[in-house]
């Protein structure tokens, strides 16, 4: 079925797919806070580290005990135009008993930054982590966060004066990969993307980053589009010699995310793995 055949904004409006998610979220903020909190109070947490000019880029760093070398480093959904890293902290809970610290990066949103300042400042972000702590990272990211986070795998480091494997492997949560079907949709009016910077944003597109790995998870009961994302480019890099997996894991697509959070589910001690294989 080509998408010429299917309602997109149906199929890319995740709010209106997942009537409860005002719950959903409200019940994630109150996790997240009450996790920083515990954090803080323990002396674990450093929040709001500056890497740019604005309030919202900046990291919150949530240090495992003990620390084993390694980070991994977390970036939020909400269709590049909402939504806050402080709302998911309480992900930080799924790694930090396998000695892995994680940092969740914040950035500004569209409109008033268009989506390739977003991928950058990602970048910024990246190399303000590698300046302060001069290891690899891990990237996972949700939504918008699993195409940042599928870019940051297949950024040039090099030009931003990192290693050519700052981000040897990551994890990609029902994102967007291939950005030309939004261009018609309502939520374009904040994007602004024409089809040309569409693609040019796309990393379905980009050269595939060969020898690093991408594993991409989708909720079982998303749609097709978000399911098509994530296989596609999983099927794309993988025949161009990126280490790729795809998976359907229980869920919508925001409760495909609750694993995450808990250091005794599978999802969270694949990411263990990954993390340990990717960082030595």
Request: proline residues 7%; charged residues 25%; hydrophobic residues 40%.
């Given at each position: 079925m080509s998408t010429a055949d299917i309602d997109l904004e149906a199929e890319y409006n995740n709010r209106a797919r997942v009537p409860e998610h005002p719950e959903i979220f409200e019940r994630w903020r109150r996790a997240a806070e009450d996790f920083r909190n515990r954090m803080a109070a323990d002396g674990r947490a450093a929040l709001a580290i500056p890497y740019g000019n604005t309030p919202r880029q900046a990291i919150d760093l949530f240090a495992a005990k003990p620390e084993a070398g390694r980070?991994?480093?977390?970036?939020?959904?909400?269709?590049?135009?909402?939504?806050?890293?402080?709302?998911?902290?309480?992900?930080a809970g799924g790694l930090l008993p396998s000695g892995i610290s994680v940092a969740f990066i914040g950035y500004d949103l569209c409109p008033r930054v268009p989506v390739p300042g977003i991928v950058a400042q990602i970048g910024q972000a990246c190399a303000v982590l590698w300046r302060r702590f001069a290891r690899p990272m891990f990237v996972y990211g949700h939504s918008a966060g699993g195409h940042l986070a599928a870019c940051a795998l297949a950024t040039d480091w090099r030009a931003l004066g990192l290693p050519?494997?700052?981000?040897?492997?990551?994890?990609?949560?029902?994102?967007?990969?291939?950005?030309?079907?939004?261009?018609?949709?309502?939520?374009?009016?904040?994007?602004?993307?024409?089809?040309?910077?569409?693609?040019?944003?796309?990393?379905?597109?980009?050269?595939?980053?060969?020898?690093?790995?991408?594993?991409?998870?989708?909720?079982?009961?998303?749609?097709?589009?978000?399911?098509?994302?994530?296989?596609?480019?999983?099927?794309?890099?993988?025949?161009?010699?990126?280490?790729?997996?795809?998976?359907?894991?229980?869920?919508?697509?925001?409760?495909?995310?609750?694993?995450?959070?808990?250091p005794q589910s599978e999802a969270s001690r694949r990411l263990a793995r990954l993390i340990d294989t990717a960082l030595g």
């Open positions: 980070l991994a480093v977390f970036i939020h959904g909400g269709y590049w135009r909402s939504l806050e890293p402080q709302m998911f902290s309480h992900l050519e494997r700052a981000v040897p492997a990551a994890t990609a949560i029902s994102g967007v990969f291939d950005l030309t079907p939004l261009v018609g949709l309502s939520m374009n009016a904040d994007l602004r993307l024409d089809p040309l910077e569409a693609r040019r944003v796309s990393p379905l597109f980009w050269p595939a980053p060969k020898d690093r790995s991408l594993d991409l998870i989708v909720g079982a009961d998303e749609s097709r589009e978000f399911l098509r994302q994530s296989r596609e480019i999983s099927e794309a890099w993988g025949r161009a010699g990126v280490r790729t997996r795809y998976e359907e894991a229980p869920g919508n697509h925001f409760t495909v995310l609750d694993a995450f959070g808990d």
